[in-house]
T-cell receptor, first 116, second 109 residues
Framework: DAGITQSPRHKVTETGTPVTLRCHQTENHRYMYWYRQDPGHGLRLIHYSYGVKDTDKGEVSDGYSVSRSKTEDFLLTLESATSSQTSVYFC???????????????FGPGTRLTVL | TQLLEQSPQFLSIQEGENLTVYCNSSSVFSSLQWYRQEPGEGPVLLVTVVTGGEVKKLKRLTFQFGDARKDSSLHITAAQPGDTGLYLCAGGRDNRLAFGKGNQVVVIP
């Protein structure tokens, strides 16, 4: 258990509203990731963080922003949600220490977001 | 462009049968991982392979990394209903993972 929680677990919102998803970890991992998972596309990287206030874009970053003001929390924000952002969102942490070169990642339980 | 292609996309077999699924790429990866995901849950790491030609066994699951570190296979011996799930392969590069779309495996009791 990598000690990763995501909140909320489910959310229904309307087009044009802002939405923030939270990922919380308890083991002081440096790297944290946000993915979305959609049928026919698999898991796609949105943004990731390599330290407090250090973030980088993934392959599907348009329409999303992230923030990491504390090691334990990585927030994903949809400034103005669209129906195309209906998806399941997963947070992950990267194992550190002796296994850090292998980029092993451990995932949270996911957030199911529906944008009407 | 999908870096990792997994085949077959869907596989349904009877309990006790053997199966093999594949993960192929034209790119070389520093490591390759296999995850299993069940409905409503996040992916769970099964194994990491890092050396070309490497074979790892996890109970009835056998994972092989290709000699050129571009492809991998997962073989399940005597499949059980508990093996049902979405199997994802992921290639490591820099600080990221690239995922395939997955092999959906259904084992019928």
């Amino acid at each position: 258990d990598a000690g990763i929680t995501q909140s909320p677990r489910h959310k229904v919102t309307e087009t044009g509203t802002p939405v923030t998803l939270r990922c919380h970890q308890t083991e002081n991992h440096r790297y944290m990731y946000w993915y979305r998972q959609d049928p026919g596309h698999g898991l796609r990287l949105i943004h990731y963080s390599y330290g407090v206030k250090d973030t980088d874009k993934g392959e599907v970053s348009d329409g999303y922003s992230v923030s990491r003001s504390k090691t334990e929390d990585f927030l994903l924000t949809l400034e103005s949600a669209t129906s195309s952002q209906t998806s399941v969102y997963f947070c992950a942490i990267r194992e550190t220490g002796s296994k850090s070169s292998y980029n092993e990642q451990f995932f949270g339980p996911g957030t199911r977001l529906t944008v009407l | 462009t999908q870096l990792l292609e997994q085949s077959p996309q869907f596989l349904s077999i009877q309990e006790g049968e053997n199966l093999t699924v594949y993960c192929n790429s034209s790119s070389v990866f520093s490591s390759l991982q296999w995850y299993r995901q069940e409905p409503g849950e996040g992916p769970v790491l099964l194994v990491t392979v890092v050396t070309g030609g490497e074979v790892k066994k996890l109970k009835r699951l056998t994972f092989q990394f290709g000699d050129a570190r571009k492809d991998s296979s997962l073989h399940i011996t005597a499949a059980q209903p508990g093996d049902t799930g979405l199997y994802l392969c992921a290639g490591g590069r820099d600080n990221r993972l690239a995922f395939g779309k997955g092999n959906q495996v259904v084992v019928i009791p």
